[in-house]
Each structure stands twice: as C-alpha cells, then as structure tokens.
C-alpha cells in the first residue's frame, strides 16, 4: 500500500478495462492513480473531440474500446478505430474526434499520472473549465 492524498491506496488495478470503459458516461474518469502511471476512461459524443492538446511531462497511450474516429499526431491524421492503441509521446500535439454516430469509449493511461485521484469531469466543457482553473 502507499499513500495519495493522504489516502491509502492499492499498488496494483484489477478490474476489467474494457467493461468499465462500455459503462463509462463520463468525458473522463480517474479510475486509478499509481505512483507512475494512470488509468482514466472516457466517452466521446459524436463529433466530440479531446481537443487539440499537448503534453510536457507524460507519455499516454490511448486504446479506442468501441467506435469509430481519428486521431491527429503532430498535424497527421490516423484512424482511430475500435481496438486501436496510439502511443503519444510528451511534447507530442494530439486530438482526438469521434466521427461516428455512436459514442467512443476509450481507456487512457498517463505516465506519470496527470490528473487528481478520482477527477470525474462529466463533460468536456466541465474539464475545460477545470483546466483553465488549474493554469490559473
């Protein structure tokens, strides 16, 4: 066991990804805080997208669980299908979009972690909002 945020943690994840993923409502939801790695599912709407975004200090890899998009790395686009796994490096320009009619639910894993334990931002307005206030 180790501690985050003065609450005691498990060192290890292991539940079924792919089913929390399909249950996901949640733009994104911190399932699990390590001390070198996270696990976050999310759910895309049709035609959202993560927004165009850039990461410093982590590496994350993102596995498309069911739905259709693309993927943008450094001004390149890829498909995105179900059962894709990218591989963003830090300092790496990504996006992520939905272009199916269905959502798209993911699984996400930031190395380090990259959120507070237990962030749940039910929509994407709502982690905008909750990164402006981190910059600030």
């Known amino acids: 066991m180790f501690f985050v945020n003065n609450k005691m943690s ?5 539940k079924n990804i792919r089913k929390e993923a399909l249950k996901n409502s949640f733009f994104r939801k911190v399932l699990y805080t390590g001390r070198n790695a996270q696990v976050v599912v ?3 709407k049709p035609r ?6 850039v990461h410093k200090k982590y590496d994350q890899i993102l596995v498309n ?4 998009g693309i993927c943008i790395l450094n001004g390149k686009k890829m498909k995105f299908d179900e059962n894709s796994l990218v591989y963003v490096t830090k300092e790496t320009w990504h996006n992520f979009i939905n272009t199916g009619k269905s959502k798209l639910k993911l699984f996400t894993i930031y ?6 334990p237990g962030t749940i931002h039910k929509t994407k ?11 600030d």
């Not at 669980?65 to 259709?68: D, Q």
């Not at 190395?111 to 507070?116: A, Q, R």
């Not at 709502?126 to 981190?134: P, T």
């Open 42 to 44: 999310m759910s895309l």
């Open 10 to 14: 498990k060192i290890f994840f292991d």
């Open 48 to 53: 959202e997208n993560i927004g165009m975004e």
């Open 111 to 116: 190395s380090p972690p990259n959120h507070k």
């Open 65 to 68: 669980v069911i739905g259709k």
């Open 125 to 135: 307005k709502d982690a905008e909002r909750a990164e402006k206030l981190e910059k």
